[in-house]
Each structure stands twice: as C-alpha cells, then as structure tokens.
C-alpha cells in the first residue's frame, strides 16, 4: 500500500463522493418534493466533487507517472 498523500487525498475524494451519493439516494427515497429538492441538492455537490476526485487521480497517475514509480 502507498503512502503518497496525493494518492490518500485522491482516495478520501472518492470516500466523500460515495457518501454524498448515498445521502442523495436516502433523500431521494424519503419522496415528496422537500426530499426531491434535497435529493437534487445532493447530487450537483456529487457533481463537483467528482470532478476534484477525478482531477485528484489525473494529478496522481500524472505525477507517479513523472516519478518512474
């Protein structure tokens, strides 16, 4: 296992987009049009912090590629 923080940064954006999908799904299941609200406030921060994981992993495979390792 890897002890570079880039790859534990990148790992834990993962975590916390798992999360906030999961939070998204439970409101989306609760129903009614507060959950529906909440549901789709959930899913567009699900947007945002996919995309810093995604770019995370791009800055990891990048730079571990620059490395050699």
Known sequence: MTTDPLFIVALLA???VLVILLMGINSF???????????NKFMVWRLIAQF???VLIAAFVFFRGQSGG
Do not use: L, P, T, Y
């Open 29 to 39: 299941r609760k129903g009614g049009v507060e959950g529906s609200k909440q549901s």
């Open 14 to 16: 993962c975590i916390v």
């Open 52 to 54: 810093v994981a995604v």
